[in-house]
């Protein structure tokens, strides 16, 4: 049965889509990557994640992150990349091996408002233009960081969408997600309608802003120590050699390098004065923030004393209210028990008097009969 419908399912497939490259399909197939691997992805998917968020929140106090901002372009593939990791395939007549979409994962779990918003959108036509139009969406919105805490929730149903060891459903996920609640401070600039989201599969990260080697202000003056250390060095081993001429030209060529040294020290001269000036406007604007922030506390702390001294009052005010209420229940209590006890001995008092008129009345009727 299997072989006929795996039959059925090529025939139509090459009846609508034409002859399939079988040996492509087969190697997608057969690629299965040991834990080890699907460890190290996870981990470079989330050191990228976690190097693009940092850039866009030192990037953020001095200028605008829109759209052509190279590290939100990277966190947006990194996390499509998350969410492509190990899930699993949805087979169709139409295609040969699994349909690279995570659309129904925000159908599922996003709000639905703002997957009527997608799905209204002119520009995007297929279920990827979806998912990247919704990602920065979200970023807009602020709701990224608590999308990915419900997705924390709801590791059953994603075990069932995920293949094992996927990013989604592994530790990595409780780490991304406080990560991306840094972006929640971020205001981003982004247009949706004019964008082309469809085009292009699974796009590439671009690892160049992160793989920069900075060599440090120390290494760079010892190497241009040694330089000059090996220049002094040759230039006298050839003054030994050469005659006068020679080291004439050598004298020269010293000093080519010496204005070469001079020159290079200049530039390192000028850069750390420009990066100088760059921490010292960071530390001003985090200097601005620590105040602002250190007003709200103020303000809050007065605020809460305030509220605490009306609490405090109107405690004092329930107690009173209270002990109020208390003293006229024992002073009914007690008005209730004298009534009580005034009643059994009016009660007494009538029924001797009774007794004694019966006694009376029978003592006189008593002594006529006997008459």
Same mark, same amino acid.
């Given at each position: 049965?299997?072989?006929?419908?795996?039959?059925?399912?090529?025939?139509?497939?090459?009846?609508?889509?034409?002859?399939?490259?079988?040996?492509?399909?087969?190697?997608?197939?057969?690629?299965?990557?040991?834990?080890?691997?699907?460890?190290?992805?996870?981990?470079?998917?989330?050191?990228?994640?976690?190097?693009?968020?940092?850039?866009?929140?030192?990037?953020?106090?001095?200028?605008?992150?829109?759209?052509?901002?190279?590290?939100?372009?990277?966190?947006?593939?990194?996390?499509?990349?998350?969410?492509?990791?190990?899930?699993?395939?949805?087979?169709?007549?139409?295609?040969?091996?699994?349909?690279?979409?995570?659309?129904?994962?925000?159908?599922?779990?996003?709000?639905?408002?703002?997957?009527?918003?997608?799905?209204?959108?002119?520009?995007?036509?297929?279920?990827? /233009?979806?998912?990247?139009?919704?990602?920065?969406?979200?970023?807009?919105?602020?709701?990224?960081?608590?999308?990915?805490?419900?997705?924390?929730?709801?590791?059953?149903?994603?075990?069932?969408?995920?293949?094992?060891?996927?990013?989604?459903?592994?530790?990595?996920?409780?780490?991304?997600?406080?990560?991306?609640?840094?972006?929640?401070?971020?205001?981003?600039?982004?247009?949706?309608?004019?964008?082309?989201?469809?085009?292009?599969?699974?796009?590439?990260?671009?690892?160049?802003?992160?793989?920069?080697?900075?060599?440090?202000?120390?290494?760079?003056?010892?190497?241009?120590?040694?330089?000059?250390?090996?220049?002094?060095?040759?230039?006298?081993?050839?003054?030994?050699?050469?005659?006068?001429? /020679?080291?004439?030209?050598?004298?020269?060529?010293?000093?080519?390098?010496?204005?070469?040294?001079?020159?290079?020290?200049?530039?390192?001269?000028?850069?750390?004065?420009?990066?100088?000036?760059?921490?010292?406007?960071?530390?001003?604007?985090?200097?601005?923030?620590?105040?602002?922030?250190?007003?709200?506390?103020?303000?809050?702390?007065?605020?809460?004393?305030?509220?605490?001294?009306?609490?405090?009052?109107?405690?004092?005010?329930?107690?009173?209210?209270?002990?109020?209420?208390?003293?006229?229940?024992?002073?009914?209590?007690?008005?209730?028990?004298?009534?009580?006890?005034?009643?059994?001995?009016?009660?007494?008092?009538?029924?001797?008097?009774?007794?004694?008129?019966?006694?009376?009345?029978?003592?006189?009727? /008593?002594?006529?009969?006997?008459?």
């Amino acid at each position: 049965v299997n072989v006929s419908v795996r039959g059925y399912l090529s025939k139509m497939q090459r009846i609508f889509l034409g002859p399939v490259d079988q040996e492509d399909a087969s190697d997608r197939l057969r690629s299965h990557p040991s834990i080890e691997q699907l460890s190290v992805q996870k981990k470079n998917h989330l050191q990228i994640c976690k190097m693009c968020v940092k850039s866009l929140v030192d990037k953020s106090p001095f200028e605008a992150i829109t759209d052509k901002c190279p590290h939100l372009k990277n966190l947006c593939i990194v996390l499509e990349h998350v969410f492509m990791h190990r899930i699993q395939a949805r087979w169709s007549i139409f295609t040969a091996v699994d349909y690279p979409s995570y659309w129904h994962i925000f159908q599922h779990y996003a709000p639905p408002n703002t997957i009527t918003s997608i799905e209204d959108m002119e520009n995007v036509h297929t279920d990827v /233009g979806r998912c990247r139009a919704w990602i920065r969406l979200a970023l807009v919105q602020k709701r990224l960081a608590s999308f990915m805490d419900l997705l924390l929730s709801r590791q059953f149903d994603l075990k069932n969408m995920y293949m094992q060891n996927a990013f989604l459903v592994s530790t990595e996920l409780v780490e991304l997600s406080g990560t991306l609640k840094c972006l929640d401070a971020i205001d981003f600039n982004l247009c949706l309608r004019d964008r082309d989201f469809d085009s292009g599969d699974k796009l590439e990260i671009d690892y160049s802003p992160y793989l920069k080697f900075h060599q440090s202000d120390i290494s760079r003056v010892d190497d241009i120590e040694e330089e000059h250390k090996l220049a002094t060095f040759h230039h006298l081993i050839r003054f030994r050699d050469v005659g006068k001429d /020679g080291v004439q030209e050598e004298d020269h060529t010293v000093e080519n390098r010496d204005e070469e040294t001079v020159t290079q020290l200049r530039e390192l001269l000028k850069t750390e004065r420009e990066q100088k000036n760059y921490y010292e406007e960071l530390v001003s604007v985090r200097d601005s923030q620590i105040v602002r922030l250190q007003k709200e506390l103020d303000t809050a702390g007065r605020d809460n004393d305030i509220q605490k001294r009306e609490m405090d009052g109107i405690i004092i005010e329930l107690q009173e209210e209270i002990s109020k209420l208390q003293s006229e229940v024992r002073h009914w209590q007690q008005k209730y028990q004298r009534a009580l006890k005034t009643s059994s001995n009016s009660s007494t008092n009538n029924t001797t008097s009774s007794n004694r008129r019966s006694g009376i009345f029978s003592s006189i009727f /008593g002594s006529g009969d006997t008459t």
